[in-house]
């Protein structure tokens, strides 16, 4: 079966079917990828049942991996597999499993990472699935005041006590497409470099609220073995918690830079 990669009739992302470990990862696939990755923000690989190895050498082919479950990226203390401990089990059933909230992933982080790797593993029968949101064109949507306004401002990322804390551009320029985002994000912004907390919280609460706007987003309904790549520096996304008690684990790699 020849790879196919159709994008959704959304904001963003593209399915990616047809796709074939078993012999390994080809310099021609890694390069597909990679321009279907940077064009389309999230691939979706449908029933991809990635085994741990497979999971762990296709986030390879976008970076270096970490489970960012210690040092000053320690927040969720879950468990990890792999033999360098790459691969982080995310398990709905325990207090740090669940992140409902838009969020970028580990933006308290000095350097947060480039993107993510998810792959369902055990899924409710009913809901439970993930948006994402694309923030090229939340950025570009925004009235040319407050693109005037926020760029070369800083925000800060972290929750005291529970993560690092780091400042970080309010636009971030992405490194291969050139594209600015806006790079603020309601599960770990907090405050505004330079602006009083009274300041802050109103200029990110309106921040939030236009980035989580319906029209920049896209929904994945997941099915045991699927698989979700995204860029973390142009999107957020957000775990629905509405399925009660129903078991939910997925294993995720997270990308950073060699």
């Given at each position: 079966m020849a790879l196919t990669i159709t994008p959704?009739?959304?904001?963003l992302g593209a399915t990616v079917t047809g796709l074939d470990l078993s012999n390994g990862i080809s310099n021609e696939l890694v390069d597909l990828l990679h321009h279907a990755w940077y064009e389309h923000l999230v691939l979706f690989f449908p029933e991809a049942h990635l085994t741990l190895d497979?999971?762990?050498a296709l986030g390879e082919t976008f970076g270096r991996l970490a489970a960012t479950t210690t040092g000053d990226e320690d927040y969720r203390g879950q468990p990890t597999l792999g033999q360098n401990g790459e691969v982080l089990v995310l398990d709905a059933s325990t207090p740090q499993g669940r992140a409902n909230a838009w969020h970028t992933d580990v933006t308290f982080a000095k350097t947060p990472p480039n993107g993510s790797l998810l792959a369902m593993q055990i899924c409710p029968s009913t809901g439970g699935d993930t948006l994402w949101s694309n923030q090229y064109n939340a950025y570009d949507a925004l009235a040319p005041a407050m693109k005037h306004l926020i760029d070369g401002l800083d925000a800060m990322h972290g929750r005291p006590g529970l993560?690092?804390?780091?400042?970080?551009?309010?636009?971030k320029v992405h490194p291969v497409t050139g594209r600015k985002a806006l790079f603020v994000n309601r599960g770990w912004t907090t405050s505004i470099v330079g602006m009083s907390q009274?300041?802050?919280?109103?200029?990110?609460?309106?921040?939030?609220?236009?980035?989580?706007?319906?029209?920049?987003?896209?929904r994945w309904h997941w099915t045991s073995g699927d698989a979700a790549l995204w860029d973390n520096r142009c999107t957020m996304h957000y775990a629905v918690n509405d399925y009660e008690e129903a078991p939910r684990i997925l294993h995720r790699v997270t990308i950073y830079d060699r």
């Open positions: 959704l009739p959304a904001a497979q999971h762990i993560t690092g804390l780091n400042p970080h551009p309010m636009v009274t300041e802050s919280i109103g200029l990110l609460a309106s921040l939030f609220n236009h980035a989580e706007k319906p029209e920049f987003n896209t």
